[in-house]
């Protein structure tokens, strides 16, 4: 980045600031003009000094030539105006008053809006530019630099910065020259007068400034604090699992609040002074006015300066403090911006980056070869040596093990195969290319590297896995063309990339497939190869499917259901599952699924909202259910207060009455007790939050004998009415069940089903999910399940994922881009033993051909690897894997046949 704040505005926005400078200096004529006026009206057409002579005309309009007298000796009138009485003169000046009123408005309208656009596009350059230089942090910078504190640097604290940047030229341009027009005009006016403003404004650019150096300290400090806070409190979510477990609430709270009272105290200072030096700038800005009329009227009384000149001058004062009041906030903000500049550029220091990246495609060839390592020194960050002078060379591709003694040295090796590191002494070389030097795009395309931790992104499985085939656009998608234009042009003026990112990225030919389908195919095959053959098919069945994405999905599970339903009824299971029929109630469902008769779509229909929302509460109105559903909902209430009392809110009872939580029960006592003293029925809130009990309610789950048969004969008949008034009000927010249809917001189990498991028989999910299962294999559509399954949603971080799942993606997002060379250090210690062993197989076949690195725990695991490299004692020695036996000549025996892997060995 600049050092410079304003040498980095300059240099990307000359050409706009040099545009509103132009509008700038334009408008200062009008503005003259319009301070002049006043004076005009007052003297020629109330005090009547143009018609003083005794003339009943005078000249309205008259145009001439700006200092035509100086130039030419005469004066050059380019329109002679009209004549015009009295009375037409006073409404022609102010009418032409309000004209130069609405001109400036416009000026200063186009400016703020110019400057506006201006502030914005920069903010998202800086923005840009910062991300990108995060894209280069070192891996030791890395280790330094807090995510949280980053991004609120990128989203909070370069905000003042970019609204800054529209008034960085432009504010004191367009402020200081309508001040010194103000100015101008006063002593042209009054020499004294004038020269008393200027006095005041002097005091003001004088004083004010020197106060406000102290809030340019205070305000740097609280921009650390709050950095360092953001930092800290994103440090204990990250880690609120060790403060649970240790119950260290306290010790956090304390912490917190020790924080935040020191930020408190920061900014209970700056507003202090901030308000002191507001107080003595009000207050300068008020003398000003006190010495206008006590001194101008003394000159007016003397005969001195008219009346005229008198209304002018302070008219025109008028307009002097607001342009100098903004002038010194606006040096108050360049001074803060600059620190906020200086942090943020001190942030991304140069020495954190790693150099600007190559240009795409160059050095691109394949990473075979010769790899050797020569001299090879690291260190941890306390300076003890990991490695020291080690080297050796091996034949790539290889598949080849890394032994440690117990120690950091063999991961410390991989990393720095892997690029992770680039603080060591020495030299690495693949082939004829240095290691340090491969560029960003090779190192991405030909190389992987799986650590102890799998960083997932926030999405779906099929995102996360085809991550590294995202390198550039292979196809446009389709664009307005006026669309289109306009982020083009916005994007090349802001420096950001002119790529879309809707357009198809996902290059399928990386992972060998020829097309989408077909990489999809790859992909499950190799989640199955990494232990997730049951988790992506339960995954897939808890999916959804898109008739309009999958229309033969769609059609198979519509003849599934109906193979299912009869598969149920040969095994003498049909009890087990109770169908979904539009004529009548689903015992097995809520109260709330049996009205609506589908899956809620919008927000405003789901769980508790439902009990809120008026088209739904208008249907019960009109079928007499509301006081119905209300006594129901009461009667819940008071069974749950009574089951409930005393048990502390983890019990399992919660969550098997999944009406209230422990933390409501009081709400609702209270809510019974109002409704004991007015026995007039329940309304308002408490009438909503009744109704919401029974929607949620299942009678063979929860036993509580609240619907018989009649009830559930008028929640069947309601159940017309919720659909039709729903579909009457434009969107109904509800996805009904089809028995021909496949319903889109229903999971594929769901669909399958078309119905709901008996809560009454023991083992019944189990015994219904085999026999899904049977019929999905009868029909062969697990494999379009499990492509289903790539759409599962992993959350946050993977946090929706158990640790085993999201090392298993992140394994398999290394292997799709199908890498030359595959470092695996850590990546398998979620799993078991035995695990491990059958991955590590499983990896290696994938990888054949291609190189592999595998950090090991002991040479147990190392039997089927080509090749070893045990780290013992800070040194690098190249051995034969367990159960082989190496040649006199160094050449290592694979059985029987001789492979030429290790070209040399320096212990």
């Not at 446009?476 to 990112?501: F, H, M, Y």
């Not at 619907?707 to 008028?714: K, Q, S, Y």
Request: aromatic content about 8%.
């Amino acid at each position: 980045m600049e050092r410079s704040l304003f040498r980095y505005i300059w240099r990307h926005s000359r050409r706009d600031q040099l545009i509103i400078f132009a509008v700038v200096l334009a408008s200062l004529p009008f503005y003259f003009a319009s301070l002049d006026l006043p004076r005009r009206i007052v003297n020629e057409a109330i005090q009547g000094r143009a018609f003083e002579r005794g003339q009943e005309t005078a000249p309205f309009l008259v145009l001439s030539v700006p200092w035509s007298e100086w130039l030419f000796g005469h004066r050059v009138e380019l329109f002679g105006g009209f004549q015009v009485d009295r009375l037409t003169l006073l409404f022609g000046l102010s009418g032409l008053f309000l004209l130069l009123v609405l001109v400036n408005g416009a000026f200063k309208y186009w400016i703020n809006v110019a400057k506006g656009a201006l502030g914005e596009r920069m903010l998202r350059r800086m923005r840009f530019e910062l991300f990108s230089l995060t894209l280069r942090f070192t891996p030791e910078a890395l280790r330094d630099v807090k995510a949280s504190e980053t991004a609120t640097i990128i989203k909070d604290e370069v905000e003042p910065i970019g609204g800054f940047i529209g008034d960085a030229f432009t504010l004191p341009l367009f402020l200081g020259t309508q001040a010194a027009t103000a100015l101008i005009f006063i002593l042209v006016q009054n020499l004294w007068l004038g020269l008393l403003a200027a006095a005041v404004v002097g005091v003001q650019f004088t004083i004010i400034p020197r106060l406000r150096r102290e809030l340019l300290r205070l305000g740097k400090q609280r921009q650390l604090a709050s950095r360092r806070l953001a930092g800290r409190v994103s440090e204990i979510v990250d880690g609120i699992e060790a403060v649970k477990v240790h119950n260290a609430h306290a010790w956090e709270r304390a912490e917190i609040g020790q924080r935040l009272y020191e930020l408190f105290d920061l900014r209970f200072r700056i507003y202090k002074r901030k308000f002191m030096v507001k107080f003595l700038n009000n207050l300068l800005a008020q003398l000003t006015p006190f010495f206008f009329y006590a001194v101008g009227g003394y000159f007016a009384l003397r005969g001195q300066l008219d009346i005229g000149q008198l209304v002018a001058v302070i008219a025109a004062y008028r307009e002097l403090p607001p342009p100098l009041k903004e002038l010194i906030d606006w040096d108050q903000q360049r001074l803060d911006v600059q620190v906020k500049y200086d942090q943020v550029a001190q942030h991304f220091a140069p020495e954190r980056l790693a150099p600007e990246p190559e240009t795409e495609g160059e050095d691109d060839g394949p990473l075979v070869g010769q790899l050797a390592v020569r001299d090879l020194t690291a260190r941890d960050l306390h300076g003890q040596a990991l490695i020291d002078r080690a080297s050796f060379a091996l034949e790539l591709p290889a598949h080849i093990a890394l032994v440690g003694d117990g120690g950091p040295g063999a991961s410390a090796l991989a990393r720095i195969l892997a690029r992770q590191t680039t603080e060591f002494a020495g030299e690495v070389r693949i082939g004829d290319r240095d290691v340090r030097e491969l560029s960003r795009a090779t190192a991405g395309r030909r190389m992987a590297y799986a650590g102890v931790e799998a960083i997932l992104f926030p999405g779906t499985v099929r995102d996360n896995l085809v991550y590294g085939l995202r390198h550039r656009p292979l196809r446009s998608a389709a664009e307005d063309a006026r669309q289109k234009a306009r982020r083009l042009v916005e994007a090349r003026r802001t420096g950001n990339p002119i790529e879309n990112i809707a357009d198809c990225w996902i290059d399928v030919s990386l992972a060998g497939a020829a097309d989408e389908e077909e990489l999809d195919l790859l992909l499950i095959d190799l989640l199955r190869r990494l232990g997730l053959k049951d988790d992506i098919y339960r995954w897939g069945l808890s999916g959804m499917v898109d008739p309009g994405r999958h229309p033969d999905l769609a059609d198979q599970i519509i003849a599934a259901r109906i193979r299912l339903r009869t598969r149920l009824a040969a095994a003498d299971m049909a009890d087990l599952v109770e169908p979904f029929d539009v004529e009548r109630y689903n015992r097995q469902a809520t109260v709330a699924e049996n009205l609506l008769f589908g899956v809620p779509t919008s927000r405003a229909l789901m769980g508790r909202n439902l009990a809120e929302h008026h088209v739904f509460r208008e249907a019960l109105d009109a079928e007499g259910l509301t006081a119905d559903l209300a006594r129901m909902g009461a009667r819940i209430a008071e069974t749950m207060i009574e089951i409930f009392r005393g048990l502390p809110p983890g019990h399992p009872l919660f969550e098997q009455f999944s009406f209230i939580s422990a933390e409501e029960l009081p709400d609702y006592e209270a809510i019974l007790r109002r409704h004991a003293r007015r026995r007039d029925g329940f309304k308002g809130q408490d009438l909503t939050r009744l109704l919401a009990l029974p929607l949620a309610y299942i009678e063979p789950r929860h036993r509580l004998g609240l619907i018989e048969a009649p009830l559930e004969e008028r929640l069947v008949k309601a159940r017309r009415a919720v659909r039709d008034r729903l579909e009457r009000s434009g969107d109904p927010g509800v996805e009904f069940y089809d028995v021909e249809r496949v319903c889109a917001a229903a999971p594929l189990k769901d669909n399958l089903l078309f119905g709901r498991i008996s809560h009454r028989t023991a083992n019944a999910q189990v015994r219904v999910t085999e026999a899904i299962t049977g019929v999905v294999e009868e029909m062969g559509l697990r494999p379009a399940i499990e492509r289903v399954a790539l759409d599962h949603q992993v959350g946050p971080a993977g946090r929706m994922l158990t640790a085993a799942q999201r090392a298993s993606i992140n394994l398999g997002r290394c292997l799709a881009k199908r890498p030359d060379i595959f470092i695996l250090d850590g990546a398998l210690a979620p799993f078991g033993e035995t695990q491990r062993k059958d991955l590590l197989v499983s990896l290696l076949e994938a990888s054949r051909g291609r190189t592999m690195v595998a950090v090991l725990s002991s040479d147990r695991e190392s039997e089927s690897f080509d090749v070893v490299l045990r780290v013992e004692d800070m040194r690098v020695v190249v051995g034969e894997p367990s159960g082989r036996r190496t040649s006199t000549d160094g050449a290592v025996q694979h059985g029987g046949s001789r492979e030429k892997r290790v070209a040399g060995e320096v212990a």
